[in-house]
């Protein structure tokens, strides 16, 4: 019996190691894609706004086949000062947590 358990017990130390070290690099990869990721931008109409996050009611982004719509994107590190009723074109990228948004300028 204590044969076995040894056993079970080396096998299920062998499948965590195992995980951890796909999981790791995986979980790398994936920050550095989103960091590359490519950059999309719009204009629209800022709804909310305080210093994680920005909804915009923004016009269609043909090149995501996205219609017009009202989306909550992640400040940057240094938060853009915006407000309620601005009209803005801006720039964001998709990330591992969403969509974050990384410049913002009063629309022409």
Do not use: E
Not at 30 to 53: C, L, N
């Amino acid at each position: 019996m204590s044969r076995l358990l040894l056993c079970v017990l080396l096998a299920a130390v062998a499948a965590l190691t195992s995980f951890s070290a796909f999981t790791a690099p995986h979980h790398d990869m994936h920050q550095m894609a989103s960091a590359d990721a490519p950059v999309y931008a719009s204009q629209g109409i800022v709804k909310k706004a305080d210093a994680q996050s920005v909804a915009i009611a923004h016009q269609a982004i043909p090149a995501l086949n996205w219609p017009p719509m009202t989306m909550t994107f992640a400040q940057p590190a240094t938060p853009v000062a915006l407000k309620p009723g601005d009209a803005v074109a801006f720039t964001f990228r998709q990330t591992a947590g969403g969509y974050q948004l990384l410049s913002a300028t009063p629309a022409k």
